[in-house]
Antibody, heavy 115, light 112 residues
């Protein structure tokens, strides 16, 4: 059974940092391209980052609104993908999901950026 | 970025009746490979999104054939032949042809 579990969310002040973890099981993580998607409080979905596999040099892509602030990474030995979020803004408040191919999704983790 | 426009915003349907949702993209979703990367997802209340259809019309494993997808270029449709209670939630289209991937605004399916 495919499972993705996100952790690391919470309440953080503007300008601070947070790191999300997505632990996975049930599929061949090492060859999977992993994504982070967020859902705003208004329920709009936004793709924010992708990381490819080793054969593609772990190439990464980001949506413009997080470029330079967020970093996606992975640890194939732990079947986990991460999202390091720096210089957080109030508009980053959302539920963050990791997904493999948009086929399987985690349960999501809430991030609230507020002073 | 490609803008995905879904209509209607909400849909009230009786059990056993058909339902149809439209998704229009601001540019053609035909990729350089000739494939069209248009997906449909359902987010049931309190749950994560779940993909139903990929490549316009291919059903994901376990998805009943009451669901069907069609369309081309910029105009796509999700149809449910006979709505069941388990179909309630918000439906999203998602394009994966052009970077960055973009979602439609969602269509909420409610019971009449």
């Amino acid at each position: 059974e495919v499972q993705l579990v996100e952790t690391g969310g919470g309440l953080v002040q503007p300008g601070k940092s947070l790191k999300l973890t997505c632990a996975t099981s049930g599929f061949t993580f090492s060859t999977a391209w992993m994504h982070w998607v967020r859902q705003s409080p208004e329920k709009r979905l936004e793709w924010i980052a992708r990381i490819k596999d080793k054969s593609n040099n772990y190439a990464t892509d980001y949506v413009e609104s997080v470029k330079g602030r967020f970093t996606i990474s992975r640890d194939d030995s732990k079947s986990s993908v991460y999202l390091q979020m720096n210089s957080l803004k109030e508009e980053d408040t959302a539920t963050y999901y990791c997904t493999v191919g948009f086929d399987y999704w985690g349960q999501g983790v809430m991030v609230t950026v507020s002073s | 970025d490609v803008v995905m426009t879904q209509t209607p915003v909400s849909l009230s349907v009786a059990i056993g009746q058909p339902a149809s949702i439209s998704c229009k993209s601001s540019q053609s979703l035909v990729g350089t490979s000739g494939k069209t990367y248009l997906n449909w997802l359902l987010q049931r209340p309190g749950q994560s999104p779940k993909r139903l259809i990929y490549l316009v019309s291919k059903l994901d494993s376990g998805i009943p054939d009451r669901f069907s997808g069609s369309g081309s270029e910029t105009d796509f449709t999700l149809k449910i032949s006979r709505v069941e209670a388990d179909d309630l939630g918000v439906y999203y289209c998602l394009q994966g042809t052009h970077f960055p991937w973009t979602f439609g605004g969602g269509t909420k399916l409610e019971l009449k």
